[in-house]
Every structure is written in C-alpha cells, then in structure tokens.
C-alpha cells in the first residue's frame, strides 16, 4: 500500500465528520454519565434508605430509557446520519406510527451511538492532550509531564520515547474515529432503515403523486391539444378565405387568439403545478384547470368555428352534475371534437343526456376515408403521431367507474359513454 493510501483515513474530509457525528453520541452520554454518578454515590451513602435509593433508581432508569424509544429521537438522529455520515436515509413517513421492531432497532442505535460516542469523547480528552504533551517533550517544552508519577512506565523516559508514544496515541485515535465512523456508516441503514410498513406508506405516497402528475398531463394534453386543432383549422381557413370574405378571416383570427390565451393559461396553470410536485409539495384533488359541462356551448362554438358543423343536443340541468363528472365529461367532449376536427368528415353529432343515475355522451360522425381510424379500435389520435386519443378518454371513464364504446358503425365513428354519479355527492 502506498503512503497515500495509508493516510488516507486521517485525512479524508467525511472522517471529520463522522467525527463529529461519534463527539455528538459523546455529548448526548453525558447528562446519563452524571445521572449514573449520582446514583452511585446516593447508594454508596448509608444514610439513604436501600428500598428509596432502589426506587429512586428505577424511576430514574425509566426517565432515562424514555428518550430512547421517542419516534422524535429517531428523526434526529436520521437528520445526523444523512447530515454527517452521508447515509442515503429517507425521511420518517409523516403521520405513520413506528411498530415495535422499528423503535427497537432505533434504540439499539441511539444506545450504541451513545456508548460509541462516550469512548471516542473520553478518548479525546485524555489520550489527546496527553499526546501533546509527548510531542511538546521532544521541543524542549517543559511542561512537567516527566515528574509526574501518574504516567506510570512513561515517567521520566527519554523524550524521543515520550514523542513516539504521542504519535502512536494521535494516529491510532484517527484510525479509531474513521474505523467506527465507517461502521456507523454502514449500520445506520440497518438500524435507522425505514420499516416495511414505510415502505409500503413511502410507495403509495409515490403512486399517488405519479397519478396526479398523470392527470395533469392528461389535462394539458386536451386542453392544448384542443386549442391547437381549432387554432390550426382556423387559421386555415382564414388563409383560404382572406381575398373572398376578410371578415371570415378577421372572425378566425380572434377565435385564435382567445383560443390560443385560454391554452396559455391551462398550460401555465399546470406547469406550476408540476413544479410544486417536483418540490415535494402535494397538489390536491382537483387543482388543474376546472373546465366543465357548464361551458359546453363555448367549446361548441369554439369547434363551429372551425368550419365543422356539429349539431348538439343537451337535456337535463348539466350544472347540478357533481363536479368530478362535469369536469372529466367536459374533457371527453373536447376530445371526442377534436378527434372529429383533425380525422373525421362532414357534420358531428352531439348528445348529452343527464338522466337521474349519471351522464351519457353520444358522439358521431362521418369517416374520413382512409384516414379514418383503424378497424382495431384503439383511437383517433393513436394512428395519427402517436397521441393518447381514445385512450385518455377510457382512463378517464374507467376512473369514474363508468362504460366507454368507440369504434366504426355503418361508415360512421361512433363514441358514446356513461358515468355513473358517485353516491352521496349532490347533483
């Protein structure tokens, strides 16, 4: 081995702070250090009753164990491990109550941190002023050290001995630090390791947090995709119209810039939103843009202003439908016109029903040839770019627990759905 990997250990910046994180056991020791030299002297004395000093001592020993077992004392010395010996832990779940092996691994650890900790502490004020001393010795300081008895076969030896000795006291205390720090390095995840109910709780946690990002998603993908399809089919027709009807084209162009602002908004809306997930932050249920049934008739319009024509038929009070299924209905609309905008022919059909148990939506429209959708039914958007088409549409039926039929029926597209309104929310 070479010099340098020898030193290495003695030098090494995360020695230092494992050092650190042994001298913090030390310091933790210390109130149980004084506690039991308190109680010593208290039973040494005959003047103190045996059952009050054995009762003292038992109330004392419970008050001392107590902090051990704390779920607070865990998280502490969690924060120290991943702070000062750069163990990946994860966090203590928030609001999971440990079980009994888990409190019993953490008091296992925080007993052995303490014991450790105490040694290196009595270790540092002892062998190394001591060593100090030695090495003083060999610069002709006169620090009285070899007149003292205490230092037993050292007393009154050559200095060079004296300094080796030092030397010997200050490397092997640097072996010893890096040593323990390096099994306490690799214990912590053991001992201070999440438990499997943790785990589990660290699982579902995440799964939910990738559901939400996945509605949002899917609500971008709509809402632009939507505004992308009438912008496009707009701007189109306004370029082939703007010599024979200029005020068909000026119509267009504002269509697509309000078309285009409420994109921007959804867009903005949900990016921020992404971004508080990315930082941790939980996004609640129902955040992303509230589009729903109630502005049918502006997303109609909107998909009239594109040239197709699409014949609507609502029945039943669209406004006393829970806001979950209003909000997802609205959104399969959407797609289901802009699915007929960019693929389909001729007029679109409309109907929406609200009948007591729930809500229909019925859309249908001519094929447009061979760039109609496949035959394996998979969805519009899906053979054309590889977009999500009738696929979000069924997660978002499924999600409600409702039923979705899309396909090719006598030359025609059809899509009709039924969600169902949850029980015990109001119409």
Same mark, same amino acid.
């Given at each position: 081995m070479t010099p340098r990997e020898v030193l290495g250990p003695l030098v090494r910046g995360s020695t230092w702070r494992r050092a650190v994180f042994l001298l913090l056991g030390g310091v933790l020791v210390l109130p149980y250090a004084l506690l039991a030299a308190a109680f010593a002297q208290l039973l040494a004395n005959d003047d103190v009753p045996r059952p009050a000093g054995a009762g003292l001592l038992l109330v004392g020993a419970v008050l001392a164990a107590v902090p051990v077992f704390l779920a607070g004392s865990r998280a502490l010395e969690i924060a120290a491990a991943r702070a000062l010996l750069a163990v990946d832990l994860p966090e203590p779940a928030a609001g999971w109550r440990i079980d009994r092996e888990t409190r019993l691994r953490s008091a296992l650890w925080i007993a052995l941190h303490l014991v450790t900790g105490g040694l290196v502490l009595f270790a540092a004020i002892s062998a190394f002023p001591m060593a100090l001393v030695f090495i003083a010795q060999q610069f002709g300081l006169d620090v009285g050290a070899a007149d003292v008895d205490g230092l037993g076969p050292l007393a009154g030896q050559d200095p060079r001995w004296m300094?080796?000795?030092?030397?010997?006291?200050?490397?092997?205390?640097?072996?010893?630090?890096? *040593?323990l720090g390096a099994l306490a390095a690799s214990m912590a995840p053991v001992l201070l390791g999440p438990s499997q109910g943790e785990r589990l709780a660290?699982?579902?946690?995440?799964?939910?947090?990738?559901?939400?990002?996945?509605?949002?998603?899917?609500?971008?993908?709509?809402? =632009?995709?939507?505004?992308?399809? =009438?912008?496009?089919?707009?701007?189109g027709a306004a370029r082939e119209l703007l010599d024979v009807d200029p005020e068909f084209a000026r119509r267009a162009l504002t269509?697509?810039?309000?078309?285009?602002?409420?994109?921007?908004?959804?867009?903005?809306? =949900?990016?921020?939103?992404?971004?508080?997930?990315?930082?941790?932050?939980?996004v609640p249920a129902g955040t992303a843009p509230q589009r729903t049934l109630t502005e049918l008739d502006r997303l109609v319009a909107d998909t009239r202003a594109t040239g197709l024509a699409v014949h609507a038929r609502v029945s039943g009070a669209l406004a006393d439908?829970?806001?979950?299924?209003?909000?997802? *209905?609205?959104?399969?609309?959407?797609?289901?016109?802009?699915?007929?905008?960019?693929?389909?022919?001729g007029p679109v059909t409309l109907r929406v029903d609200v009948p007591?148990?729930?809500?229909e939506i019925e859309l249908v429209n001519s094929l447009a040839g061979a760039t109609g959708p496949p035959r394996d039914g998979r969805g519009l958007a899906a053979s054309h770019g590889g977009g999500r088409g009738l696929d979000g549409m069924r997660?978002? =039926?499924?999600?409600?627990?409702?039923?979705?039929?899309? *396909?090719?029926?006598?030359?025609?597209?059809l899509v009709r759905v039924q969600l169902p309104t949850p029980r015990g929310e109001p119409r």
């Amino acid at each position: 081995m070479t010099p340098r990997e020898v030193l290495g250990p003695l030098v090494r910046g995360s020695t230092w702070r494992r050092a650190v994180f042994l001298l913090l056991g030390g310091v933790l020791v210390l109130p149980y250090a004084l506690l039991a030299a308190a109680f010593a002297q208290l039973l040494a004395n005959d003047d103190v009753p045996r059952p009050a000093g054995a009762g003292l001592l038992l109330v004392g020993a419970v008050l001392a164990a107590v902090p051990v077992f704390l779920a607070g004392s865990r998280a502490l010395e969690i924060a120290a491990a991943r702070a000062l010996l750069a163990v990946d832990l994860p966090e203590p779940a928030a609001g999971w109550r440990i079980d009994r092996e888990t409190r019993l691994r953490s008091a296992l650890w925080i007993a052995l941190h303490l014991v450790t900790g105490g040694l290196v502490l009595f270790a540092a004020i002892s062998a190394f002023p001591m060593a100090l001393v030695f090495i003083a010795q060999q610069f002709g300081l006169d620090v009285g050290a070899a007149d003292v008895d205490g230092l037993g076969p050292l007393a009154g030896q050559d200095p060079r001995w004296m300094t080796l000795t030092g030397v010997v006291l200050l490397v092997g205390l640097g072996y010893a630090v890096a *040593g323990l720090g390096a099994l306490a390095a690799s214990m912590a995840p053991v001992l201070l390791g999440p438990s499997q109910g943790e785990r589990l709780a660290a699982l579902e946690a995440r799964a939910t947090r990738l559901a939400e990002r996945n509605r949002l998603a899917r609500e971008l993908h709509d809402s =632009v995709g939507h505004a992308l399809t =009438v912008a496009t089919l707009q701007a189109g027709a306004a370029r082939e119209l703007l010599d024979v009807d200029p005020e068909f084209a000026r119509r267009a162009l504002t269509a697509i810039e309000e078309t285009s602002r409420h994109a921007m908004d959804d867009l903005d809306h =949900v990016l921020g939103l992404l971004r508080e997930t990315e930082a941790g932050a939980r996004v609640p249920a129902g955040t992303a843009p509230q589009r729903t049934l109630t502005e049918l008739d502006r997303l109609v319009a909107d998909t009239r202003a594109t040239g197709l024509a699409v014949h609507a038929r609502v029945s039943g009070a669209l406004a006393d439908l829970p806001a979950a299924v209003s909000r997802e *209905g609205y959104r399969i609309v959407q797609e289901g016109l802009t699915n007929a905008a960019r693929y389909g022919r001729g007029p679109v059909t409309l109907r929406v029903d609200v009948p007591p148990d729930g809500l229909e939506i019925e859309l249908v429209n001519s094929l447009a040839g061979a760039t109609g959708p496949p035959r394996d039914g998979r969805g519009l958007a899906a053979s054309h770019g590889g977009g999500r088409g009738l696929d979000g549409m069924r997660e978002r =039926v499924l999600l409600l627990g409702g039923r979705i039929t899309a *396909g090719p029926a006598d030359g025609r597209w059809l899509v009709r759905v039924q969600l169902p309104t949850p029980r015990g929310e109001p119409r």
